[in-house]
């Protein structure tokens, strides 16, 4: 397969349980059988399968990388509580002590994210099967709520951009831009700060 990823930076997060739903009913390219799903400590690692014999079975295939964590996740209140009276100040001042008693805590939970955060390297790791696997990560990042997907990868031979920001792909371009080197001023010279020169 020719097509390959060039750079990729990822922001995604999802919650855990519905990452194990999404692989449960992925729709796989037709290079990937089927993945492995490992969770070690507070790494989720997802790891593609292939069916192809010509790749051996001591062939690291690619593989998605997520940190776990662990984020609190409030009830949203409903409108007439969220804008409800402040503190009053009857006679005697401030009734602080009365508004303390009264007010409730909001109800909470603690939810379990997979965290798709990093560079290529970082996200997206191994060659074999590395192309469907993004693929893959792209679907993971269409299904994601919150984070952004920025890529820039070679499909038959053509540079393609790929921007996917809250679940939803957004246009994007390629930039060809060239840097200065370090080393390049110490070695030219400089001709408009050049004394000889007038």
């Given at each position: 397969?020719?097509?390959?990823?060039?750079?990729?930076?990822?922001?995604?997060?999802l919650p855990l349980e519905?990452?194990?739903?999404?692989?449960?009913?992925?729709?796989?390219?037709?290079?990937?059988?089927?993945?492995?799903?490992?969770?070690?400590?507070?790494?989720?690692?997802?790891?593609?399968?292939?069916?192809?014999?010509?790749?051996?079975?001591?062939?690291?295939?690619?593989?998605?990388?997520?940190?776990?964590?662990?984020?609190?996740?409030?009830?949203?209140?409903?409108?007439?509580?969220?804008?409800?009276?402040?503190?009053?100040?009857?006679?005697?001042?401030?009734?602080?002590?009365?508004?303390?008693?009264?007010?409730?805590?909001?109800?909470?939970?603690?939810?379990?994210?997979?965290?798709?955060?990093?560079?290529?390297?970082?996200?997206?790791?191994?060659?074999?099967?590395?192309?469907?696997?993004?693929?893959?990560?792209?679907?993971?990042?269409?299904?994601?709520?919150?984070?952004?997907?920025?890529?820039?990868?070679?499909?038959?031979?053509?540079?393609?951009?790929?921007?996917?920001?809250?679940?939803?792909?957004?246009?994007?371009?390629?930039?060809?831009?060239?840097?200065?080197?370090?080393?390049?001023?110490?070695?030219?010279?400089?001709?408009?700060?050049?004394?000889?020169?007038?």
């Open positions: 397969m020719t097509s390959r990823v060039y750079r990729l930076h990822s922001t995604l997060e519905d990452t194990y739903d999404f692989f449960e009913d992925a729709d796989l390219p037709p290079e990937i059988n089927d993945v492995d799903i490992t969770r070690r400590n507070n790494t989720l690692i997802i790891s593609a399968v292939s069916d192809d014999e010509e790749i051996s079975k001591y062939t690291p295939t690619a593989q998605l990388k997520a940190s776990v964590t662990e984020n609190r996740v409030y009830e949203e209140l409903p409108e007439e509580e969220e804008d409800g009276p402040g503190p009053s100040s009857g006679p005697g001042g401030p009734q602080w002590g009365a508004l303390e008693e009264e007010e409730e805590e909001i109800p909470s939970e603690l939810v379990e994210y997979a965290c798709f955060k990093g560079d290529r390297e970082t996200v997206l790791q191994n060659t074999a099967l590395q192309y469907p696997m993004f693929l893959v990560l792209c679907e993971v990042a269409r299904n994601a709520e919150k984070g952004t997907l920025t890529a820039i990868a070679c499909v038959d031979d053509e540079l393609e951009a790929v921007r996917i920001v809250d679940g939803e792909d957004r246009p994007a371009t390629i930039n060809v831009v060239e840097e200065p080197r370090e080393d390049e001023a110490a070695e030219g010279v400089n001709w408009r700060d050049n004394k000889f020169i007038s």
